[in-house]
């Protein structure tokens, strides 16, 4: 088990947006959090990863409690061992694709040159190693999600959570990332918990969790739905 949450709570003043939330995540699942607006979802995100702190209930990295550890122990956890995917892509515009990717290894004391190739690594998986000397701003927004994945994945993180990463794409763009994801998951074992609104997206995930006003209301794993369409997508020359 990667991830666990042990009667989580979360309020914000006198809202309770979360209402002791347990769950579990296998090392290696893909899952989906879905909800309508206001329901907690990214709230949740944001306590898995250590970018928040629950008011109550305790969160688990692997055998780590997270809510014993200190401001410093907790952000190089965040450093070390779970790579963030944001909606927004918050890649930093001055500096080039391999630069941005190799930016949260030299934040943590990693060589330059060390970083570089790395960053050049997981940049070859993504399909872009031939965009590496460019700019965000020269490229599509497809690109600059797959730079983004890259950056998440070029510190080998324990768990990699997503924030509506397609949110801002269109559909066909978003279902490249989805199925880059998957073979991401597949190829590097890495557990992924997907925050998403499009029951599109959730549906090629592993396992659908529902929250509805801070709770728990479903949990659907893979076997019991619908599959979805089949989406025939190029990925480093290799039809999904």
Known sequence: MIIRTENLVKHFGKTEVLKGINLHVEVG??????GQSGSGKSTLLHLLGGLDRPTGGKVWLED????????????????QRIGYIFQIY?????????????????????SRKEALNRAE???????LIDQSRMFPGELSGGEQQRIAIARALVIEPSIILADE?????????????????????????????????????????????????GSVEDEMPLEHRMSPSTVSVSIQGETR
């Open 165 to 213: 990463p397609t949110g801002a794409l269109d559909t066909r763009t978003g279902d490249e990332i989805m199925t880059l994801l998957r073979h991401t998951l597949r190829q590097t074992q890495r557990t992924i918990v997907v925050v998403t609104h499009d029951p599109r997206i959730a549906a090629r995930t592993d396992r659908i969790i529902t929250l509805r006003d």
């Open 90 to 110: 918050n890649l930093i515009p001055v500096i080039d694709a391999r630069d941005n990717v190799a930016m949260p290894l030299i934040v943590d004391g990693v």
């Open 121 to 127: 690594q997981v940049l070859r998986m993504v399909g």
């Open 29 to 34: 699942e893909f899952i989906a959090v879905m």
């Open 64 to 79: 780590q409690d997270l809510s014993v550890l200190t401001d410093d122990q907790l952000a190089a956890v965040r450093r």
